[in-house]
């Protein structure tokens, strides 16, 4: 049966490593139909909007939606609902994205590109599942208002429901019945009643269905440490929206380049959406020389399991690594650096 996908190529870096990724889903030559819609900055100087009513419409019916990146210095000073990350945001929320996965992988060919020792960080691959809906992101009240006397107050809200916890925390147990069969809960328990509340209902959970898998539960700073410390300790690690924003921006660092990165963001819905950690690279923008990696990586992760072709997720990733173990590099993880367009005929050929 066909497939559908919409494209969001958004801003910055965005345009040119979606077009690479298009090239591969071209040449993968599948039963797949695709279109491109407009969100983040994009969106906003073309309809005002960052996320555009024809673009959350056609993103709910889609099989998968890609998305590059949002943002941009262009649109820094506006208010946060006409920014272009409300438009991510919003597309998170409004298609009930609960459960983002980061997986941190290091391949081989890569070692030398972390600033970690290679035995640190050789055979790595955790798994962080980020709560994508809830906490302080979407919290009220929220706001900066002015009280007197010069004196301004800002103020977000960290909140967390237990059926918001417990969705989030199943799905971390199962992948990691599907992998190395531990989870990590990561909050700060010792300073949050939000934090508190995940530690209890993360633990009853376990103890109610997933006895199987192997639980414990750590501290964010302390995981912060951690990760640099021994990262081979992790398997799956589930934490809040903005713990896991934080510590997978550092997981990915480990893999050598947040260039490397893909993630899925997965929900009750029919719908799920898949994009690289990394943002949108203004600085390097329009210059042809951003990692399309990740981007190539996250239409892997669509197609193992948004679009009922794992040989497809596995042929994607294969010839990744190849192109790798081949030496070609972009910028961010190497010497001699191929442009994005370069990278993306490269892993092409080797598909
Ligand atoms: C991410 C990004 C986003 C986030 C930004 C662009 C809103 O950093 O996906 O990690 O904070 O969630
Ligand atoms: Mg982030």
Redesign the pocket.
């Given at each position: 049966m066909s497939k559908h996908i919409v494209l969001l190529p958004g801003d910055g870096i965005g345009p040119e490593v979606m077009a690479e990724a298009v090239k591969v889903i071209k040449a993968l030559e599948l039963d797949i139909t695709f279109e491109e819609k407009l969100v983040g900055g994009a969106a906003i100087d073309a309809t005002g909007s960052p996320l555009p009513a024809d673009t959350l419409e056609a993103c709910k019916h889609a099989d998968a939606c890609l998305l590059a990146?949002?943002?941009g210095p262009k649109w820094a000073g506006a208010a946060y609902d006409k920014r272009?990350?409300a438009g991510?945001?919003g597309l998170?929320k409004e298609m009930d994205l609960y459960a983002?996965l980061?997986p941190a992988i290091v391949f081989d060919a890569l070692i030398d590109a972390s600033t970690l020792k290679p035995e640190i960080v050789r055979g790595l691959d955790i798994l962080i599942v980020?709560e994508?809906t809830g906490g302080v992101?979407f919290g009220q009240p929220r706001g900066i208002t002015d009280i007197g006397n010069g004196e301004r107050r800002g103020v977000n809200t960290q909140v967390y429901t237990t059926s918001e916890i417990r969705r989030v925390a199943a799905k971390a147990f199962e992948l990691a019945r599907a992998r190395g069969g531990k989870v990590c809960s990561v909050e700060k328990s010792n300073v949050m009643e939000s934090g508190l509340l995940w530690r209890e209902e993360v633990t009853k959970l376990h103890a109610e269905q997933y006895t199987d898998v192997q639980l414990s539960h750590m501290y964010a700073d302390n995981c912060a440490m951690q990760l640099l410390r021994t990262p081979s300790q992790f398997d799956v690690i589930v934490t809040d929206?903005?713990f896991?924003?934080i510590l997978?921006?550092e997981a990915a660092m480990l893999t050598g380049s947040l260039g490397m990165l893909p993630?899925a963001s997965l929900g009750a819905g029919r719908a799920s959406l898949y994009?690289p950690?990394h943002?949108?690279a203004p600085d390097i923008a329009g210059q042809n020389k951003a990692n399309p990696l990740a981007m190539i990586l996250s239409l892997a992760m669509a197609m193992r399991y948004s679009l009922g072709a794992p040989e497809a997720a596995d042929r994607i990733e294969s010839a990744v690594k190849k192109t790798l173990a081949d030496g070609v590099r972009t910028a961010d993880i190497g010497p001699n650096p191929v442009s994005t367009a370069a990278m993306g005929d490269a892993v092409v050929a080797r598909l």
């Open positions: 990146c949002v943002g272009p990350e991510l945001l998170r983002n980061r980020r994508l992101y929206n903005l896991g924003d997978s921006d993630s994009e950690v943002g949108s």
